[in-house]
């Protein structure tokens, strides 16, 4: 088996570009359409992880949780905090289990947090 790309839903195309690209600093990779005025596929991604965006509905529902691991999380926290994006302020939490977590809900309903766990 190979990695897992999770398809998350989203609703509003400029709202997911903002979101994932210009505050969480992940790329477009490549989009699809149909035709025009069809619903949008596109794959982003930041380092090792992928993610598929999708505004057709029967892809998957708003609503995921995502735990991605990242090597530093205070790092990634200084960046985003430093965008000062209006929509989200996200902190670094110290859990009971080990890990250090940041989580953000994207404009759709989609938790992703971003984790120092160590891979088991």
């Given at each position: 088996?190979?990695?897992?790309?999770?398809?998350?839903?989203?609703?509003?195309?400029?709202k997911?570009?903002?979101?994932?690209?210009?505050?969480?600093?992940?790329?477009?990779?490549?989009?699809?359409r149909?035709?025009?005025?069809?619903?949008?596929?596109?794959?982003v991604?930041?380092d090792?992880?992928?993610?598929?965006?999708?505004?057709?509905?029967?892809?998957?529902?708003?609503?995921?949780?995502?735990r991605?691991?990242?090597?530093?999380?205070?790092?990634?926290?200084?960046?985003?905090?430093?965008k000062?994006y209006g929509?989200?302020r996200?902190?670094?939490?110290?859990?009971?289990?080990?890990?250090?977590?940041?989580?953000?809900?994207?404009?759709?309903?989609?938790?992703?947090?971003?984790?120092?766990?160590?891979?088991?």
């Amino acid at each position: 088996m190979r990695a897992v790309i999770p398809i998350l839903r989203i609703f509003d195309e400029a709202k997911a570009r903002e979101f994932y690209v210009g505050f969480l600093g992940f790329r477009v990779d490549w989009e699809h359409r149909f035709e025009p005025g069809l619903p949008l596929y596109l794959q982003v991604s930041r380092d090792g992880c992928v993610l598929h965006l999708s505004e057709h509905h029967g892809d998957c529902c708003p609503g995921a949780a995502l735990r991605i691991e990242v090597d530093d999380i205070d790092v990634y926290h200084t960046e985003l905090a430093g965008k000062q994006y209006g929509y989200a302020r996200p902190h670094v939490d110290d859990t009971p289990w080990g890990s250090r977590d940041m989580s953000v809900k994207d404009p759709f309903g989609n938790r992703l947090t971003f984790t120092s766990a160590i891979s088991a």
